[in-house]
């Protein structure tokens, strides 16, 4: 495995709030993990057993074609589904060893989530949107603001915080989501193909965009990709083929 830890950065505010932080910056650590789907009476195996580490501050990608095994290995590290074998522990916790009620609280707390299609609240303006899982949270109004505040201005939408997200393009609702899913200084962000519906100027503008929030904020992503121009930008590159990994390569950037 990678030595890219190294260039992992103090993180200090989330360390009062984890408690559980693995010592030596491990967040996600995956063995032997296998995923058989159920459809009907036929299995469909998705992951073939796989090991995996991610550790604090890096920037990886899960590339591979369609149907890969990507979202499932996504979803398990989320704590969205759970593996048919194998272990995972993120941020130092054995998910199989948690409660629903925890693992919900995980999710909250310790992830951040970008997906494919942009998920946000119609309703609710770019600001509102972003606030939206510090509100959750119960993270007091004034410190909400600061946050808030700063991170649409970090990624680059603080004209745009009273718009709604049909009143945004797809990249801006793009970069909405990113704000929502690190506003709570969350662990690590998972991001299931956040370009898949961006053009590919946009699409490598918003890579560019998450990697500076990487590179100044020390925050942990793993996102997946099929566009191989998305996945030069990243740091370390997770290739998966027919639900094994098949390489793992650590770029100089
Ligand atoms: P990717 O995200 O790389 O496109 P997925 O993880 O979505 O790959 O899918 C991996 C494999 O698992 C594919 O063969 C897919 O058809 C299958 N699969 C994914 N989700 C389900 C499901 N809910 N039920 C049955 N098969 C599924
Ligand atoms: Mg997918």
Do not use: C, W
């Not at 509100?135 to 939408?157: F, H, N």
Request: hydrophobic share 40%; glycine share 10%; aromatic share 4%.
């Amino acid at each position: 495995m990678s030595d890219s830890a190294n260039k992992s950065k103090d993180t200090e505010g989330n360390n009062e709030r984890a408690g559980t932080r693995d010592p030596d910056g491990i967040i996600v650590d995956g063995v032997g993990i296998k995923k058989i789907y159920q459809q009907g009476t036929v299995d469909v195996p998705a992951l073939r057993g796989l090991d995996i580490e991610i550790r604090e501050g890096e920037f990886a990608v899960l590339a591979g074609s369609s149907g890969s095994g990507k979202t499932t290995l996504l979803n398990l590290i989320g704590a969205l589904d759970q593996p048919t074998e194998g272990s995972l522990v993120v941020d130092g916790k054995d998910l199989s060893r948690l409660s629903g009620k925890e693992l919900a609280e995980m999710r909250l707390r310790r992830l951040g989530f970008v997906f494919q299609a942009y998920n946000l609240v119609p309703v609710l303006t770019a600001y509102e949107n972003a606030e939206y899982v510090l509100l959750l949270q119960g993270v007091a109004a004034d410190e909400r603001k600061r946050r808030v505040t700063e991170l649409l201005d970090a990624v680059g939408l603080s004209g745009l915080s009273h718009r709604r997200p049909s009143e945004l393009s797809g990249g801006q609702q793009q970069r909405v989501a990113v704000a929502r899913a690190i506003a709570a200084e969350p662990a690590l962000v998972l991001a299931d193909e956040p370009t898949a519906n961006l053009d590919s100027r946009t699409a490598t503008d918003l890579i560019a965009m998450m990697h500076l929030l990487n590179q100044e904020r020390g925050v942990t992503f793993l996102f997946s990709s099929h566009d191989q121009k998305v996945i030069d930008k990243a740091a370390r590159v997770i290739r998966l083929e027919d639900g094994r990994i098949v390489d793992d390569e650590q770029r100089d950037q």
